[in-house]
């Protein structure tokens, strides 16, 4: 830990990497809470797994048409096929009341088959996408700085002005539709809410490991708070603390950043658990 902070000066890339950190945080905080509270946590995954298919699409349209996608980046193939990926869900979540975990696991597995495929029959060897699947966060542009930016006033804007809408369906959806709220469109917002901060969890986790840092810090903080608001801040300092004290732990080992962050939210969420068992036996 020392030697990344005596690194820092002669390293920018250590400063990026702490600054997608925390942007990561306030995403994964603000949203975090609703995805536990509203039990989507599959529906997450799903989308992280389908946005696969969109970052091999957008490799595979650069290099097959580069005169007309050579502008076309992964990211930015990645956010467009998260985006669809949670209108769709959100039509069959709406419209499918049987079977929907067969369905999302099947939407699951094809959106990340589709990126791979895409992948293979792209000329040359692609070292970026071991990056995007399980993220990098040692090296962060300033290009993705400033999306990662954008996604988080997206994001903190729409939690601000709709928030009592989306806590209302998270926690009942039969009353907020008698207190006047759309629970479809509401819920749409939130699935696209969740593609953005999936998005904004790429260079930190990766897709793959998106699930963890969404769920987990967001269900450690409400075994101690009650208050969603509350909850929100708890995830969002957590995420903050598990995207920086690990990382920088592990400096200059071969163990990567993004596991040592994953593995650090697990061990916080057990202790939790085990802490909020021994006051409940003592109580």
Not at 137 to 153: E, G, K, N, P, R
Not at 188 to 215: D, E, F, N, P
Request: proline share 3%.
């Amino acid at each position: 830990m020392i030697q990344f902070i005596q690194d820092m000066p002669t390293n920018p890339l250590l400063l990026t990497g702490l600054i997608a950190g925390l942007l990561a945080s306030i995403a994964c905080g603000a949203i975090g809470p609703f995805v536990v509270t509203r039990r989507i946590v599959f529906l997450s995954g799903a989308i992280a797994h389908m946005a696969v298919g969109g970052l091999g699409a957008a490799i595979f349209l650069a290099a097959h048409f580069p005169q007309l996608f050579g502008w076309l980046k992964p990211m930015h193939g990645a956010l467009i096929a998260a985006v669809l990926a949670a209108v769709l869900i959100a039509v069959v979540y709406e419209r499918v009341t049987e079977r929907m975990d067969t369905l999302i696991g099947a939407m699951w597995a094809v959106g990340m088959s589709i990126g791979i495929l895409l992948i293979k029959y792209t000329p040359g060897y692609h070292t970026d996408l071991m990056s995007f699947l399980f993220g990098n966060i040692v090296y962060v542009t300033w290009s993705q700085i400033w999306l990662m930016t954008a996604l988080d006033i997206v994001i903190i804007g729409c939690v601000c002005f709709m928030h009592k809408q989306l806590l209302a369906v998270c926690i009942d959806e039969e009353q907020a539709e008698l207190q006047g709220v759309h629970v479809f469109s509401t819920h749409l917002i939130l699935l696209i809410l969740v593609a953005l901060t999936v998005i904004c969890l790429i260079k930190v986790v990766g897709l793959v490991l998106v699930i963890a840092l969404l769920s987990l810090p967001a269900a450690t903080a409400a075994h101690h708070l009650s208050r969603l608001v509350a909850i929100q801040w708890g995830a969002i300092l957590l995420c903050i603390l598990l995207t920086t004290v690990p990382r920088m732990a592990v400096y200059g080992t071969r163990m990567s950043p993004e596991s040592a962050i994953v593995l650090a939210a697990g061990g916080v969420y057990l202790i939790s658990v085990i802490i909020r068992r021994v006051r409940a036996a003592r109580a």
